[in-house]
Structures are given as C-alpha cells and as structure tokens.
C-alpha cells in the first residue's frame, strides 16, 4: 500500500509537470523497495520522463531481485524497455517453463533475427503472438515470401484480431506490396468505417507510407472510438513526432505506460523522440 501511494504520487507530479519532485521521489522508491514490479514501474516512469539514473537504478536492482514465478512478466517489461541482455537473463536464470515465445520475442527486438526463429522452432503449438514473431523475424530477414505466407496463416485463423490484420499489413509492406496493404485496409474500411481496428490500421499504412497528415487523421479517429488502443496511439504518437510536437507525443507514451508499465510502444515512443530532440539541436 505504502508503494501504491508513493507511486501515485509520483504520477501526479509528473503530470503536473513537477520533475525534480518526482525525480526524487521515484530515487527514494527504487532505494526503499525490493519488490520487482514496483522496481519495474519506477523504470518505466524514469524512461518515459528522460531519467536516465532512475532507469539504470532500477534495472540493475531488478535483476538481483528475487522474481519466482513473475518471471515471465518480469522479463516483458525489462524487454519492453530496450533492456533485452537483462531480461534474458532474469527467464534463462529463473527455470520458469514455457517463454521460449518471450525469449523469441526478445531475440527479435535485439535484432538476433535467427536465433528467434530457432527458439520459435521449438514450440510445439506456437501462440498468435509467437506466429507475429516468426512473421517479423521473417520479413527482418528479407524472406518476405516466407513471411507473407506466414501472416496469411495467422489471418486466416484470427481474421478479427487487430495484431493479426497489422501483422499482415506489415508484411505487405515490408515486401513492397503497397498497392495490397491499401486495398486490404480500404476493404476493412469500406466494411466497417466506425471500427477502432480498421482506423488504426489505415493510419498505420498511411504513415509507413510517409502521409503523416492523413495517417494521424485515422489515428485520431481510432482513439475517439476506443481511447485505449494502443495502435493507434502508437501511430498518432509518431505522427506527432514528425511535426516535432514531442511533448504531446510523450503525454501518449504516459497514457500507453499507465495502462500497461513497460509497454514496448511507449519505449518506442520516448526513443523517438529523443533521437528527434538531439538531432535537432
């Protein structure tokens, strides 16, 4: 409860603009606490206002905290944040079964293409998430016809899913196939132009198009339909870091951390636009 009330403290003054005060109360958390979620929070707070100290602080101790059977969730976040070799170790050191997904995953975002599609190999019934991944490793490898074929699979099973629809958008356009990610998108739209899903993945091919202008316009559309979907928040965030509007593209990434601590898509986000910041100094 103590940690409840000095993280929701800390939130207040982020909102309010009050760093330094949550600066220091996010240090004072991470040198009080042991525990791992706790820990992980104080991470996610300290990436997604730029405190680098907090964040190093943070994961260091988490990676000698005692985790158990969290694990899994333990790992999500760290790899979340960029910090992979670190949450490898937390799911290699734990002995907990079943994350070969997770560990496929985190090769992924390391850029360890192959040995994720060899961890992916030895699942014997691979998850809608773990088929998103082979897909990604695929295209990453420049075998779009592979990955392709693999996200028709997935959307053949889960023809609804949000995940599975991007997952074959991306790879269309990872194979230079534009011309049929716009024609699948306009057909989901044509059928349901209300749907938070078919918005945001409009906005999503519109922006790896380079048209930032429409795509944040769909984006924006998607999240007045459902304030959480985190796709389009992803999207719209990007779009407005295009137009240098970085604070507003950090309030999203706040929005994105509140609901899920961690969240890859809010890293994304606070990376972006640090890259933009420094470059244009």
Partial sequence: MENDAALKGIKANIIGGRTEEAF???????????????????????????????????????????????????????????????????????????????????????????????????????????RVVR???????????????????????????????????AALLSADCVKAAKSYVDALLKSDKESADHNALAAYVLWV?????????????????????RGAMETLAFCMIEKGRYKDAKIVAGAINEKSPGDPAACRIIKACIARESASR
Avoid at 153 to 166: F, H, I
Wanted: hydrophobic content about 40%; some cysteine.
């Fill in 135 to 169: 897909t990604e490793a695929l295209s990453a490898l420049g075998l779009h016809e592979e990955a392709v074929e693999c996200a028709k699979s997935l959307l053949s099973d889960e023809p609804t899913t949000y995940d599975a629809c991007k997952c074959y958008c």
């Fill in 24 to 130: 220091a109360m996010i240090s004072e958390l991470i040198s009080c606490s042991d525990d791992p979620f706790t820990l992980l929070t104080c991470a996610s707070l300290s990436a997604t206002t730029g405190y680098a100290v907090g964040v190093a602080a943070a994961v260091s101790k988490i990676t000698r905290a005692p985790v158990g059977e969290h694990a899994a969730d333990i790992a999500a976040g760290l790899g979340g944040m960029g910090h992979v070799s670190e949450a490898l170790s937390v799911i290699r050191s734990s002995g907990v079964e079943g994350v070969k997904g997770l560990e496929a995953s985190l090769l992924l975002s390391a850029g360890r293409y192959g040995e994720a599609l060899n961890a992916l190999d030895l699942i014997s019934d691979p998850s809608a998430s773990d």
């Fill in 209 to 229: 198009q380079g048209k930032t202008a429409m795509a944040a316009s769909y984006a924006a559309k998607s999240v007045k339909i459902d304030n959480g979907h």
